[in-house]
């Protein structure tokens, strides 16, 4: 006979998402119980934003010897990348960060079902042989995976996705990365930075292509301007891996300099219709992130998954399903959820409390800002002007090259700010941040949109000299008409 627990809350996955639910609802004085059936902190933290942002990080610190020596007389020269010390030093800020999130849990009381969650009723779990109760509600946070396209199995090692690529011994020569979002864009910055030779294919007319326009062409700029080579509006028709048994060709800085052929043929049709191959030593696929759902037994509780897979909620001021008492956070939500981290944490935050019985605000998406991790960085919240002008706002618009500050030219790396408001003096609708060190930048401009703050209010405060901040107080100044630089 099964054994049977009661739980006042029982969240399904322990990504992001499914772990802040948990620990807040265990603060607000609330049992949990919380299954996993693979590691605490999910996606986020073993496959995605603090692996890659590690080395990022290298590879920033790579870049910099480059311009040291070219910009500044600096007499460095890179040796080698010694891979097995870099995914060393990744890995122990990996663990260290899965051993805290564990302590939190232990700490706030949350009891870890190690295994596969199924539901078997609106407020029922089956996990690990045991069956589980919810007297107030059940948090769907299973997240989401890779999405593939048709034909094309990733092996791992020619063919690999955001799940395996940094993962591997080391990094290839050269890569195709297809998909200009996120995640290609922040892995063919990657690639280049440890030396191979990178084709970014978008299917789109443009990188990033939900961002503002000027942030798509600053970043494409940038990019190209680091070698990498950029195919928009194009289309990949097939993909055959050869010599799937050779080993990778090395890359300069010598991370993997066993030499031998193999690799991937991939043909394409570019925009202007024109077919082309192309023979890299990995193909790396970066076309979005589908939801999980699998062997959740959703129709069970009397829920369905939407035609994408997502689970909808009824109430997003809840992020309760029809359903009452299931509630779903994280990247199974479908937009606007923006399938991010941070805003995961939000969610999970919301839904605690409301199982608590209280009434949170709901989550303003607009104001969620969104920022990749790139060489050059992109850092937005709020509209972009076609979205501002879409919605029917008279908008007043100002641009700005980060060279035009001082500091911006010390780093010599381009950029822009550009700011998005409603006319004569309205709300800030937009910011929109292109350059190094914008993912830092970004803080100010989501209290300025999330506020609803107008260029006069921003315009009042002033900014440090010199940081590349203050071409935001530039953009505003000017915005509400008190422009010091910035000739208009
Ligand atoms: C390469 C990459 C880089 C990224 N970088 C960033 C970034 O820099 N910033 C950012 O904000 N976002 C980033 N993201 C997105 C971010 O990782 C996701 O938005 C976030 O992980 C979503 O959290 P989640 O809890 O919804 O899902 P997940 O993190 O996917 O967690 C879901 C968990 O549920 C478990 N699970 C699934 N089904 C069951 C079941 N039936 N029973 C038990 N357990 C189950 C899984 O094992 C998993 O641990 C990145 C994503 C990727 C892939
Ligand atoms: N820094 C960050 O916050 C960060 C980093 C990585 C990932 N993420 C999140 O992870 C999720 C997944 O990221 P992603 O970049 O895979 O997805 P995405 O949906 O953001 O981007 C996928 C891109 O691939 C393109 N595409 C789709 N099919 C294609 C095809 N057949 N050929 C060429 N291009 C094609 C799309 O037009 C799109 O631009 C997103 O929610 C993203 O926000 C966030």
Redesign the pocket.
């Known amino acids: 006979m099964t054994s049977e627990t009661s739980a006042d809350v029982i969240v399904i996955g322990g990504g992001t998402g499914g772990y802040s639910t948990a620990l807040r609802a265990a603060a607000l004085g609330l049992d949990v119980v919380l299954a996993e059936r693979d590691l605490v902190g999910g996606t986020c933290l073993h496959r ?2 603090v692996p ?1 942002k590690a080395m990022l990080h290298a590879a920033e610190l790579v870049d910099g010897i480059a311009e040291a020596r070219e910009r500044w007389g600096v007499k460095a020269t890179l040796d080698a990348v010694d891979w097995p010390a870099l995914t060393t030093t990744r890995d122990d800020i990996v663990a260290r960060n899965h051993r805290g999130v564990e302590a939190h849990l232990a700490h706030a009381g949350v009891q870890i079902v190690r295994a596969h969650a199924r539901l078997t009723g609106p407020r029922a779990v089956s996990a690990g042989g045991a069956a589980y109760t919810a007297r107030r509600g059940v948090v769907l946070a299973t997240g ?1 995976r ?2 593939l ?1 048709p034909g094309l199995v990733p092996d791992g090692r020619r063919v690999v996705t ?1 799940d395996d690529a940094l993962f591997a011994p080391g990094l290839p020569e050269s890569v195709l990365v ?7 864009v ?1 892995y063919a910055s990657l690639h280049r930075s440890m030396g191979a030779r990178v084709l970014l ?4 007319d443009r ?4 961002e503002d326009a000027e942030v798509s062409r600053q970043l494409a700029r940038g990019l190209r301007r680091r070698g990498i080579e950029i195919l928009t509006g ?3 028709t097939s993909a055959e891996v050869y010599d799937p048994d050779g080993t990778d060709t090395g890359n300069s800085t010598g991370t993997n300099t066993r030499a031998q052929a193999g690799g991937v043929r991939v043909s394409l049709v570019d925009a202007r219709g024109q077919a082309r191959a192309e023979d890299v030593a990995r193909l790396l696929v ?4 589908e939801p999980v759902t699998d062997g959740l037994d959703l129709a069970a509780a009397g829920l369905t998954a939407d035609a994408r897979g997502y689970v909808p909620p009824a109430d997003w001021a809840r992020l309760e399903t029809a359903v009452p008492g299931v509630h779903v956070v994280g ?1 199974l939500l479908p937009p606007p959820s ?3 981290a941070h805003a995961s944490f939000a969610e999970g935050l919301l839904v605690a409390e409301v199982l608590a019985g209280g009434s949170p605000p709901p989550v303003d998406y607009p104001a969620v800002p ?4 790139s060489s050059p960085q992109t850092a937005s919240v709020g509209l972009t002007e076609a979205q501002a002008r879409e919605r029917g706002h008279d908008v007043a618009v100002n641009t700005m090259p980060l060279t035009a500050v001082a500091k911006g030219m010390v780093h010599g790396q381009g950029g822009s700010v550009k700011v998005v408001a409603a006319a004569d003096g309205g709300a800030v609708l937009g910011v929109h941040l292109v350059g190094p060190n914008v993912s830092e930048m970004i803080a100010e401009s989501q209290l300025i949109v999330g506020w609803e703050a107008e260029a006069a209010d921003v315009a009042r405060h002033i900014h440090p000299h010199p940081t590349l901040s203050e071409a935001v107080g530039e953009v505003f100044l000017t915005l509400a008409g008190r422009g010091l630089h910035q000739g208009r």
């Open positions: 995605g934003c890659s989401s890779p999405r396209l955001s297809l998909g200009g979002g996120a995640i290609g922040e294919v978008e299917a789109a990188l990033l292509p939900l194009a289309r990949m970066a076309v979005g992130r990247d923006p399938g991010l969104r920022v990749t991790y």
